[in-house]
């Protein structure tokens, strides 16, 4: 009775060691048991998408993978949503500062043109004033 046991315990342990060395076969995988999320793509959601979103109760509270899935596509859309934010920031601040220059130029011109004609009339005037003055 103690050789059968003996053996059977040696056939067990064997058996045991076959399986974790991966002779024993696969394991068939099951589709997962929550339905997939109706989220559109990352750069298309919106917060009413958020709003509506149901997540699928589990066991013992929420699904895990349909809660990292859900996180994952919204943080994926925050960011697409800041960079986008970036750029479009970048090209005020670029045509702000092209506007601000155009007119500096625009006030220099102004300035040069107003300067010049003002000489051009007190040079006038002084060559009237001689004359006048060569006339008395």
Known sequence: MLVVLVIAGLAVIACVV???????????????????????????????DLIALRLPIGLVGYSTQAVDETLHRVSVALGERDTRIAVLEQRVAELSYARLQA??????????????????????LAGDRADAEEAW
């Open 103 to 124: 007119r500096e130029e625009v006030k220099q011109t102004e300035t040069q043109q107003f300067t010049t004609e003002k000489t051009e009339d007190s040079d006038g």
């Open 18 to 48: 076959m399986v974790s060395l991966g002779h024993g076969g696969e394991m068939a995988e099951f589709p997962p048991d929550v339905p997939p999320l109706e989220l559109p793509v990352a750069g298309q959601m919106t917060p009413a």
